[in-house]
């Protein structure tokens, strides 16, 4: 039944409710552009801890008012609030409502989140909520996100000079016309290295301001003539005022600073799929979904997400299979070969030596969610009540779903209803990474597989399972955590010396022969679990040696019981950098 088909109550009554959901949403959105605005007085004031109250915040925020929608539409529509025929009407008077807002995908998500709450939707109902695998958010956008240009006059110093002082701050400049310089040195060193002799003609930017934790970033190209380079300029605001502390003109850097595994950007968009259009101009190769969860629009990503993966299954024959790397004890993990997306079902029952219960799992992933990911932690989207064709799974992945997830995984007909997943970009797993590597780059792994146990710890995350198989390597290079089960808070754990055996009997014992409590770790012990040989062993120990002491972490605990913020920064792919504190 369509809307011009309804009597005229309830016509009244589809247009009232429409009118709720479109009301709750700019409610939402005020509110995060609320929280959003926040951020350039916490830079300013270097603000750390309010930064990490916004980002918690403003990722609660969007439940909150589906949530307060829902309680209003269950008051107002009674008995009707599954009225199939009355929701369609709603709809209709929805999608007129939204025509010309802006972002109006945004409005067609949390529409969709609404009915799917209201019906326990299974799969996709598209009669009561968007979704089409040929909708494209960054079609019907026509216009330009808002930047400022410069051109080159005849100066690149001045033309630099222009940009970073339209970009002042109500902290003072540390060092402007350093700044200034630190700048230039950086666009002509990469011009030298790429041997590019044409001139610059110009430099476009977002105007807004980036904000991401404890760094503020100018965002966007510069023009030659023939060319065109991606461009962040990091700002940090120390002790003694404002300075330029990186500038990133490689995509590949670029790439990071925007990764699925840092935390969510406080930049204040009028219309963000206008900022995902110049983003996707700038990373050809980054998924939409991942702009759009980057920029703190998580919802739209995990909807593009979504389209991104059934769009593929359209379009391809390739089967689920058997996601590659060691079979998980917690979760059962599929992929596709031709998509890189990894599927993470938990499952029904876990062995003896997984002291963890299903619920104590899914709250390590919303920690996660909201924690500061460094860079260092993928960024798992949740999703339920999925319907995917039978036919499109290997045998093997059927056999292991239906026997050992069945409480999650149903057979319906010629489909498989997975009631809750995570999916989460697909990496190699670092073991099979160091095995086949060229040895350089199996070197190279291992000091970032240390680097990522550092700057983990550094914001207060200790891995629980440091095994090779649960960290995986990016197409940077990167080496990132991916198996939540056994994570938890460096100040939650007592980190222990090795007692010294008072007898050769003790030292033969299989078990230990002194008690250990649940929270005791000894990092002294970690080497032996590894599987290095000798080689990568004394480079894992010549670069990071000292997260094997106790002591280390002792001190590191004490640092962030006092609630010193230690940094870790997104500036190169493969430098290995000490973490200092703000």
Same mark, same amino acid.
């Given at each position: 039944?369509?809307?011009?088909?309804?009597?005229?109550?309830?016509?009244?009554?589809?247009?009232?409710?429409?009118?709720?959901?479109?009301?709750?949403?700019?409610?939402?959105?005020?509110?995060?552009?609320?929280?959003?605005?926040?951020?350039?007085?916490?830079?300013?004031?270097?603000?750390?801890?309010?930064?990490?109250?916004?980002?918690?915040?403003?990722?609660?925020?969007?439940?909150?008012?589906?949530?307060?929608?829902?309680?209003?539409?269950?008051?107002?529509?009674?008995?009707?609030?599954?009225?199939?025929?009355?929701?369609?009407?709603?709809?209709?008077?929805?999608?007129?409502?939204?025509?010309?807002?802006?972002?109006?995908?945004?409005?067609?998500?949390?529409?969709?989140?609404?009915?799917?709450?209201?019906?326990?939707?299974?799969?996709?109902?598209?009669?009561?909520?968007?979704?089409?695998?040929?909708?494209?958010?960054?079609?019907?956008?026509?216009?330009?996100?808002?930047?400022?240009?410069?051109?080159?006059?005849?100066?690149?110093?001045?033309?630099?000079?222009?940009?970073?002082?339209?970009?002042?701050?109500?902290?003072?400049?540390?060092?402007?016309?350093?700044?200034?310089?630190?700048?230039?040195?950086?666009?002509?060193?990469?011009?030298?290295?790429?041997?590019?002799?044409?001139?610059?003609?110009?430099?476009?930017?977002?105007?807004?301001?980036?904000?991401?934790?404890?760094?503020?970033?100018?965002?966007?190209?510069?023009?030659? !003539?023939?060319?065109?380079?991606?461009?962040?300029?990091? +700002?940090?605001?120390?002790?003694? $005022?404002? &300075? @330029? *502390? =990186?500038?990133?003109?490689?995509?590949?850097?670029?790439?990071?600073?925007?990764?699925?595994?840092?935390?969510?950007?406080?930049?204040?968009?009028?219309?963000?799929?206008?900022?995902?259009?110049?983003?996707?101009?700038?990373?050809?190769?980054?998924?939409?979904?991942?702009?759009?969860?980057?920029?703190?629009?998580?919802?739209?990503?995990?909807?593009?997400?979504?389209?991104?993966?059934?769009?593929?299954?359209?379009?391809?024959?390739?089967?689920?299979?058997?996601?590659?790397?060691?079979?998980?004890?917690?979760?059962?993990?599929?992929?596709?070969?031709?998509?890189?997306?990894?599927?993470?079902?938990?499952?029904?029952?876990?062995?003896?030596?997984?002291?963890?219960?299903? !619920?104590?799992?899914?709250?390590?992933?919303?920690?996660? +969610?909201?924690?500061?990911?460094? $860079?260092? &932690? @993928? *960024? =798992?989207?949740?999703?339920?009540?999925?319907?995917?064709?039978?036919?499109?799974?290997?045998?093997?992945?059927?056999?292991?779903?239906?026997?050992?997830?069945?409480?999650?995984?149903?057979?319906?007909?010629?489909?498989?209803?997975?009631?809750?997943?995570?999916?989460?970009?697909?990496?190699?797993?670092?073991?099979?990474?160091?095995?086949?590597?060229?040895?350089?780059?199996?070197?190279?792994?291992?000091?970032?597989?240390?680097?990522?146990?550092?700057?983990?710890?550094?914001?207060?995350?200790?891995?629980?399972?440091?095994?090779?198989?649960?960290?995986?390597?990016?197409?940077?290079?990167?080496?990132?955590?991916?198996?939540?089960?056994?994570?938890?808070?460096?100040?939650?754990?007592?980190?222990?010396?090795?007692?010294?055996?008072?007898?050769?009997?003790?030292?033969?014992?299989?078990?230990?022969?002194?008690?250990?409590?649940?929270?005791?770790?000894?990092?002294?012990?970690?080497?032996?679990?590894?599987?290095?040989?000798?080689?990568?062993?004394?480079?894992?120990?010549?670069?990071?040696?000292?997260?094997?002491?106790?002591?280390?972490?002792?001190?590191?605990?004490?640092?962030?019981?006092?609630?010193?913020?230690?940094?870790?920064?997104?500036?190169?792919?493969?430098?290995?950098?000490?973490?200092?504190?703000?």
């Amino acid at each position: 039944m369509s809307a011009t088909e309804l009597t005229n109550p309830d016509t009244t009554l589809a247009q009232r409710c429409a009118r709720v959901i479109v009301d709750e949403f700019a409610y939402y959105n005020q509110e995060f552009r609320a929280i959003t605005r926040r951020a350039p007085e916490r830079f300013e004031n270097r603000d750390w801890s309010g930064v990490q109250q916004d980002v918690v915040e403003r990722l609660d925020l969007y439940t909150e008012c589906v949530n307060r929608a829902i309680d209003e539409l269950r008051e107002t529509l009674g008995e009707r609030q599954q009225d199939v025929a009355l929701w369609q009407a709603i709809k209709e008077w929805y999608e007129a409502f939204i025509e010309r807002l802006p972002d109006p995908e945004f409005l067609k998500t949390f529409f969709s989140s609404i009915t799917r709450r209201l019906f326990g939707t299974v799969g996709v109902n598209a009669g009561i909520e968007f979704f089409a695998l040929d909708l494209d958010p960054l079609r019907g956008i026509t216009s330009k996100v808002v930047t400022n240009t410069y051109s080159n006059r005849g100066s690149i110093e001045l033309l630099v000079e222009q940009l970073l002082s339209d970009f002042r701050f109500r902290t003072p400049w540390r060092d402007f016309e350093g700044s200034v310089e630190h700048v230039l040195t950086d666009i002509r060193m990469h011009l030298e290295r790429t041997g590019e002799r044409r001139p610059i003609t110009g430099i476009e930017v977002i105007r807004p301001v980036f904000y991401q934790m404890t760094r503020a970033y100018v965002v966007g190209k510069i023009h030659g !003539e023939g060319y065109t380079l991606p461009l962040a300029i990091a +700002f940090r605001n120390g002790q003694r $005022g404002v &300075l @330029v *502390d =990186a500038v990133m003109l490689k995509e590949a850097d670029v790439s990071v600073l925007f990764s699925f595994t840092r935390s969510y950007f406080h930049v204040d968009l009028e219309r963000v799929g206008e900022a995902v259009l110049f983003l996707k101009s700038m990373l050809p190769r980054k998924p939409v979904s991942e702009l759009f969860i980057v920029l703190g629009r998580a919802k739209q990503g995990k909807t593009e997400r979504f389209r991104e993966i059934f769009r593929h299954l359209d379009e391809t024959d390739d089967r689920f299979v058997m996601a590659p790397g060691e079979k998980g004890l917690v979760m059962a993990c599929f992929t596709i070969s031709s998509f890189d997306v990894v599927f993470k079902v938990i499952r029904d029952r876990f062995p003896a030596v997984k002291n963890v219960l299903r !619920e104590e799992v899914m709250a390590k992933y919303d920690l996660v +969610f909201k924690h500061d990911r460094a $860079g260092r &932690l @993928v *960024d =798992a989207q949740e999703f339920k009540r999925v319907r995917f064709p039978q036919a499109r799974f290997d045998q093997e992945v059927l056999d292991e779903l239906l026997g050992e997830c069945a409480n999650t995984v149903q057979v319906e007909g010629e489909n498989i209803i997975v009631g809750h997943v995570y999916i989460e970009r697909r990496m190699t797993p670092l073991n099979l990474f160091v095995r086949s590597a060229p040895r350089d780059q199996a070197e190279m792994a291992v000091i970032e597989y240390g680097q990522c146990i550092r700057d983990l710890a550094y914001t207060n995350i200790f891995a629980g399972d440091l095994l090779l198989k649960n960290f995986g390597v990016t197409r940077q290079g990167r080496v990132i955590f991916y198996d939540y089960d056994e994570l938890c808070r460096v100040t939650d754990c007592r980190f222990r010396d090795l007692p010294e055996a008072d007898s050769y009997e003790d030292e033969m014992r299989a078990e230990s022969w002194f008690y250990v409590a649940d929270n005791d770790i000894f990092p002294e012990t970690f080497i032996n679990f590894l599987g290095f040989d000798e080689h990568l062993k004394k480079v894992f120990l010549d670069k990071h040696s000292e997260i094997l002491e106790a002591e280390w972490w002792r001190q590191l605990q004490e640092r962030l019981a006092g609630g010193d913020v230690v940094e870790v920064l997104p500036y190169h792919p493969y430098r290995v950098r000490v973490a200092s504190s703000l």
